[in-house]
């Protein structure tokens, strides 16, 4: 069975610094790896992903994140926060065959302290 | 297009009502799921469905209901409303494996209270 876990329920940076939010998925075989944004009284919104290839993805609005697949991980990042980055980040894992209906994290509030 | 919509915005109902969450998407997409979010548990899987006419369950179905007779509408059913279904409830989009598109598109979102 497919899971991931988000080990962080709240992280916080202070802006202009980089910032990472992790998240570790557990899945039979290759994972395709999603990373999802929601911003206050919104649905959330998909930021990048990893399906295969090159195990640094880049996304919308300077995000990338690195699929580490001997730590089973795959950790959210920016060089440089901005304030306007404060959201709540979802980490998703898929398995290729089955349901096809990714299983999501519990969720990673960021805060972006000026 | 307008992608995912859901409505109402907004529902407060009483206990032991029923009633039905709307959904539709307009990208032709195969794969639509319901989900309802609670602080702290994250996003957790009510039914989905992988095409018209088919549906199964999720995480955590009891008390819903779900059909998909068309590939565009996917409606919720609340058959007894009950004060542990007070949730915000998002609907969720996807075509299927091999167009490569894998991401899923969000509605905006039902908040729902049971009083």
């Known amino acids: 069975a497919q899971s991931v876990a988000q080990p962080e329920d709240q992280v916080n940076v202070a802006e202009g610094n980089p910032l990472t939010v992790k998240c570790t998925y557990s899945?039979?075989?290759?994972?395709?790896l999603f990373w999802y944004v929601q911003y206050p009284n919104r649905g959330l919104q998909f930021l990048l992903k990893y399906i295969t290839g090159d195990n640094l993805v880049k996304g919308s609005y300077g995000f990338e994140a690195e699929f580490n697949k001997s730590q089973t991980s795959f950790h959210l990042k920016k060089p440089s926060a901005l304030v306007s980055d404060s959201a709540l980040y979802f980490c998703?894992?898929?398995?290729?065959?089955?349901?096809?209906?990714?299983?999501f994290g519990r969720g990673t509030s960021l805060i972006v302290h000026p | 297009n307008a992608g995912v919509t859901q409505t109402p915005k907004f529902q407060v109902l009483k206990t032991g009502q029923s009633m039905t969450l709307q959904c539709a998407q307009d990208m032709n997409h195969e794969y639509m799921s319901w989900y309802r979010q609670d602080p702290g548990m994250g996003l957790r899987l009510i039914h989905y469905s992988v095409g018209a006419g088919i549906t199964d369950q999720g995480e955590v179905p009891n008390g819903y209901n779900v059909s998909r007779s068309t590939t565009e509408d996917f409606p919720l059913r609340l058959l007894s409303a009950a004060p542990s279904q007070t949730s915000v409830y998002f609907c969720?989009?996807?075509?299927?494996?091999?167009?490569?598109?894998?991401?899923?598109?969000f509605g905006p979102g039902t908040r729902l209270t049971v009083t």
């Open positions: 969720a989009s996807s075509p299927e494996p091999g167009t490569g598109d894998y991401e899923q598109y």
């Open positions: 899945v039979s075989g290759n994972p395709y």
């Open positions: 998703a894992v898929r398995e290729p065959g089955g349901s096809y209906i990714p299983t």
